[in-house]
């Protein structure tokens, strides 16, 4: 089926070439503004710098222990892993990497439906961990406030029983749900609280870095889980998308399917192996809906999604997110870095990343979904599975693109992006 139909009084009909979700965009509905009113911003207030939420630096000890961070020293990035609790202000993190506390699949939903055991690398960190006093009492906290939020008996013990730290704290070091933190919660000099820093904020090598440890950490649950099929990473901006903080994250989540949309896309792979090539950066580029590229990737208006969006493409079908070399994540992360700072931080926006998991013997590349959520769904769509879009792929395009025109004069987004 053709994926875009333009009908004789304007009105498009949409059909993702991947998926086959069907999207209609109505004409006169797509007048409305979109972004967040903020009708009254809030002076900050210095003396809670850094402690505006549980992701911020200030509250290290908020979130789960630690699995990984990214230090810069000047030019150069490295990633420690493993610190114990007395160590989490020796440097200043750019990005972290921990579970989270309340993840979707438990340790045990693995641990019993599939026998997943913590790697010794899990173990040995645990061990560390609460071998220290503030480590252990990291964790006993940790504890009971998952076993407080379950109704657990005993979470509020003067001493917490040896047998329920070691309960909690197996899943608190080996989740299979991680969090993935960036250092700023509002852009440096903010001065009120609308200022978040959005990933369009970000310079484009700090969103490099963060693209670069988030394939890093993906490969690393599909290393330490066997039976993870797929997994999901996505990054939800603000409350309206889903966020719990107003501070800029990314989720992965392991799961033990490969998912529909994954499972759709694979069916329709093994037909037309060039299938992304060819419905997705050549059909954009005959339809008129390119934004940007850079030398191996192409960002455009994505067609047959729930919402208006962006969607990024790494030209490499055959390798994984994590075989990439180096400049093909930095092509692909300069695009995505682009068509945020595009978006505006004050749009809610989810970023669904798709990929080829390692099991799967087909031509699937690394790209990203930016959905604007600019619109609600409602008992139209629940009843007929097609949604409907207020702007179509040609708006969102040329929204786009006169917005990073803008950008790109001042300097904002990376000199590898050419605009179209
Ligand atoms: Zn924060």
């Given at each position: 089926?053709?994926?875009?139909?333009?009908?004789?009084?304007?009105?498009?009909?949409?059909?993702?070439?991947?998926?086959?979700?069907?999207?209609?965009?109505?004409?006169g509905?797509?007048?409305?503004?979109?972004?967040?009113?903020?009708?009254?911003?809030?002076?900050?207030?210095p003396?809670?710098?850094?402690?505006?939420?549980?992701?911020?630096?200030?509250?290290?000890?908020?979130?789960?222990?630690?699995?990984?961070?990214?230090?810069?020293?000047?030019?150069?990035?490295?990633?420690?892993?493993?610190?114990?609790?007395?160590?989490?202000?020796?440097?200043?993190?750019?990005?972290?990497?921990?579970?989270?506390?309340?993840?979707?699949?438990?340790?045990?939903?693995?641990?019993?439906?599939?026998?997943?055991?913590?790697?010794?690398?899990?173990?040995?960190?645990?061990?560390?961990?609460?071998?220290?006093?503030?480590?252990?009492?990291?964790?006993?906290?940790?504890?009971?406030?998952?076993?407080?939020?379950?109704g657990?008996?005993?979470?509020?013990?003067?001493?917490?029983?040896?047998?329920?730290?070691?309960?909690?704290?197996?899943?608190?070091?080996?989740?299979?749900?991680?969090?993935?933190?960036?250092?700023?919660?509002?852009?440096?000099?903010?001065?009120?609280?609308?200022?978040?820093?959005?990933?369009?904020?970000?310079?484009?090598?700090?969103?490099?870095?963060?693209t670069?440890?988030?394939?890093?950490?993906?490969?690393g649950?599909?290393?330490?889980?066997?039976?993870?099929?797929?997994?999901?990473?996505?990054?939800?901006?603000?409350?309206?998308a889903?966020?719990?903080?107003?501070?800029?994250?990314?989720?992965?989540?392991?799961?033990?399917?490969?998912?529909?949309?994954?499972?759709?896309?694979?069916?329709?792979?093994?037909?037309?192996?060039?299938?992304?090539?060819?419905?997705?950066?050549?059909?954009?580029?005959?339809?008129?809906?390119?934004?940007a590229?850079?030398?191996?990737?192409?960002?455009c208006?994505?067609?047959?999604?729930q919402y208006?969006s962006?969607?990024v493409y790494?030209?490499?079908?055959?390798?994984r997110?994590?075989?990439?070399?180096?400049?093909e994540?930095?092509?692909?992360?300069?695009l995505?870095?682009?068509?945020?700072?595009?978006?505006?931080?004050?749009?809610?926006?989810?970023?669904?990343?798709?990929?080829?998991?390692?099991?799967?013997?087909?031509?699937?590349?690394?790209?990203?979904v930016?959905?604007?959520?600019?619109s609600?769904?409602?008992?139209?769509e629940?009843?007929?599975k097609?949604?409907?879009?207020?702007?179509?792929?040609?708006?969102?395009?040329?929204?786009?693109?006169?917005?990073?025109?803008?950008?790109?004069?001042?300097?904002?987004?990376?000199?590898r992006?050419?605009v179209?």
């Amino acid at each position: 089926m053709e994926p875009l139909t333009r009908l004789p009084d304007g009105t498009i009909k949409q059909v993702n070439p991947f998926t086959g979700t069907k999207v209609w965009t109505l004409p006169g509905r797509g007048a409305r503004p979109f972004g967040v009113a903020r009708p009254d911003p809030a002076p900050l207030d210095p003396g809670q710098h850094d402690r505006h939420c549980a992701f911020c630096w200030g509250r290290m000890r908020d979130t789960t222990p630690e699995i990984a961070r990214v230090v810069r020293d000047g030019s150069s990035w490295r990633e420690v892993r493993g610190l114990l609790a007395e160590q989490l202000d020796d440097t200043v993190p750019e990005l972290r990497l921990f579970p989270n506390l309340f993840e979707i699949l438990t340790y045990d939903y693995w641990h019993l439906a599939h026998g997943y055991e913590p790697t010794p690398e899990s173990l040995a960190h645990r061990t560390a961990y609460l071998s220290t006093p503030a480590g252990r009492a990291h964790v006993t906290a940790l504890a009971r406030i998952r076993m407080r939020a379950r109704g657990a008996s005993g979470a509020d013990a003067d001493r917490l029983p040896a047998e329920d730290l070691e309960r909690e704290s197996l899943g608190l070091f080996a989740g299979n749900h991680q969090v993935i933190v960036s250092r700023r919660h509002f852009v440096d000099g903010a001065t009120d609280d609308s200022q978040n820093a959005a990933a369009g904020t970000l310079t484009p090598e700090e969103h490099w870095q963060y693209t670069r440890f988030t394939i890093r950490a993906v490969h690393g649950l599909y290393r330490d889980n066997p039976h993870a099929q797929y997994v999901s990473a996505f990054q939800n901006w603000l409350r309206p998308a889903g966020a719990s903080f107003e501070h800029l994250h990314k989720q992965l989540i392991a799961i033990d399917e490969p998912g529909v949309d994954l499972e759709r896309e694979s069916e329709r792979v093994r037909a037309e192996p060039d299938l992304f090539a060819r419905w997705g950066p050549e059909y954009a580029e005959a339809q008129g809906l390119v934004v940007a590229r850079t030398a191996t990737a192409m960002a455009c208006a994505g067609i047959g999604h729930q919402y208006p969006s962006l969607v990024v493409y790494t030209a490499n079908t055959s390798r994984r997110p994590w075989e990439l070399s180096d400049e093909e994540v930095r092509d692909f992360s300069d695009l995505l870095h682009a068509c945020h700072a595009a978006t505006g931080s004050d749009v809610p926006t989810n970023e669904e990343w798709h990929h080829g998991p390692p099991a799967l013997g087909l031509p699937v590349p690394l790209r990203a979904v930016i959905k604007w959520r600019v619109s609600t769904l409602g008992g139209f769509e629940g009843g007929t599975k097609i949604y409907v879009n207020t702007i179509d792929p040609w708006g969102v395009r040329e929204h786009t693109v006169t917005r990073l025109h803008a950008l790109a004069a001042q300097g904002l987004v990376s000199e590898r992006v050419e605009v179209a």
